[in-house]
């Protein structure tokens, strides 16, 4: 079954938990998809966690394009969600370019950082679906705080919350917030919200794929290691380059032979 918004929706009014994680090619995509995931989403961590840039404000609409193309092709039922870059939503006329741009190269829902109301509503009112981001964002934010943590800014997220829902958030991203924060905001909205480091009561979580596959050396305590896949393939590629160099493989098993009369023109 192909999960569209008015099932991600159905599952909050349900009490049922959203699944999320990030995604940056096509084998990934295949299993996550396989693994029964209610969202895939090509985040703008692409820049910092597939690429190897310092930041995400490095990160192109070009960039994400290419990913989401091979995203795309692996995934069959999961909700596809992609990020618009920074610098790409500037005012509602850009956003909405950026968006169809998004959508063409098949993006199911864009998300976008900030209290931008104005863009929110624009995208919402031309049929896009859009999920806003609020708490620690990285286009906005330059290092990973908690953001929330007082009476004055918690309200001032809350009231930011309900201010993009009211826009025509469709879905909304909660950045490393305190959990009591991430809880009242959730209650507090109709729509589903997907926290990371936002605590146990948000209607879904994500995470960054190589965070938790253990691929990144990082410790973070918001996120949890499901595999040290990170030690498997450094493993993998030392047993690879060691065997290659002392001639353990290929074996005879791996190679292919020509006809005996082939051969022997060729050896003559
Ligand atoms: O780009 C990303 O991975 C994100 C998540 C942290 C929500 O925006
Ligand atoms: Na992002």
């Known amino acids: 079954m192909k999960k569209n918004m008015d099932y991600l929706h159905w599952k909050k009014r349900n009490d049922k938990k959203l699944t999320m994680l990030t995604c940056y090619d096509y084998p990934t995509a295949i ?23 310092e930041h995400e404000i490095s990160v192109t ?4 394009i290419h990913h989401l193309k091979a995203v795309r092709r692996g995934v069959k039922e999961a909700y596809l969600l992609a990020d618009m870059p920074y610098k790409t939503y500037e005012d509602p006329e850009m956003a909405l370019l950026t968006a169809k741009e998004l959508v063409l190269n098949g993006a199911d829902g864009v998300k976008l950082e900030g209290m931008r109301e104005d863009v929110i509503s624009h995208l919402y009112s031309n049929g896009i679906e859009v999920w806003g981001h609020l708490g620690y964002t990285p286009q906005l ?18 009231n930011g919350a309900i201010a993009l829902q009211t826009a025509g958030a469709s879905m909304i ?20 919200t997907i926290g990371i480091g936002a605590g146990r009561f948000t209607d879904g ?5 190589q965070d938790m596959l253990g691929i990144t050396p990082f410790d973070l305590r918001h996120s949890k290691n499901y595999g040290n896949l990170g030690q498997i393939m450094l493993k993998a590629f030392q047993s690879y380059s060691n ?26």
Do not use: C
């Not at 995931?37 to 690429?51: K, M």
């Open 141 to 158: 934010h330059n290092k990973a705080v908690v953001q929330g943590k007082t009476f004055d800014s918690a309200k001032f997220l809350l």
């Open 61 to 64: 609409l070009d960039d994400i």
């Open 31 to 53: 299993l996550q998809d396989k693994a029964g995931l209610d969202v895939i989403f090509v985040g703008d961590s692409l820049g910092t966690n597939e690429l190897g840039y």
């Open 205 to 209: 979580q994500v995470l960054i794929v």
């Open 173 to 192: 991203v909660l950045e490393l917030i305190p959990e009591e924060l991430g809880k009242v905001i959730t209650e507090k909205l109709s729509i589903p």
């Open 243 to 268: 065997e290659v160099e002392n001639g353990e493989f290929p074996q005879i098993g791996n190679v292919r032979n020509m006809k005996d009369e082939e051969r022997d023109k060729l050896l003559n």
